[in-house]
Nanobody, 121 residues
Framework: QVQLVESGGGLVQPGGSLRLSCAASGSIFSINAMGWYRQARGKERELVARITSRDYRSYANSVKGRFTISRDNAKNTVDLQMNSLKPEDTAVYYC???????????????WGQGTQVTVSS
């Protein structure tokens, strides 16, 4: 299996910042894309930001200019720097990766347990 462990969630006031981190471990042969999704209460899970192994980044329109995704391929980690946070950013944030395990012929998607981000005054 591939395990993803997130950290860095919490409560922050509007306009504040948080940094989420995620580390992948296990019998990993290679990781293609890594990223972050979020799910607010009563809503579907949505893509927040994604980064490929070649550092191509994509963002949801709602977070462009405020969030920055980065990745350390050597450490199998992905971070999400979130600035100018808004109440509508409140959600459970999930780390994601598309990875190929040692011995597998093709990659699969893996998910972390999620970390709560609450933006409120």
């Amino acid at each position: 299996q591939v395990q993803l462990v997130e950290s860095g969630g919490g409560l922050v006031q509007p306009g504040g910042s948080l940094r989420l981190s995620c580390a992948a471990s296990g019998s990993i042969f290679s990781i293609n894309a890594m990223g972050w999704y979020r799910q607010a209460r009563g809503k579907e899970r949505e893509l927040v930001a994604r980064i490929t192994s070649r550092d191509y980044r994509s963002y949801a329109n709602s977070v462009k200019g405020r969030f920055t995704i980065s990745r350390d391929n050597a450490k199998n980690t992905v971070d999400l720097q979130m600035n100018s946070l808004k109440p509508e950013d409140t959600a459970v944030y999930y780390c994601y990766c598309n990875a190929r395990r040692v011995g597998d012929n093709s990659p699969n998607d893996y998910w972390g347990q999620g970390t709560q981000v609450t933006v409120s005054s």
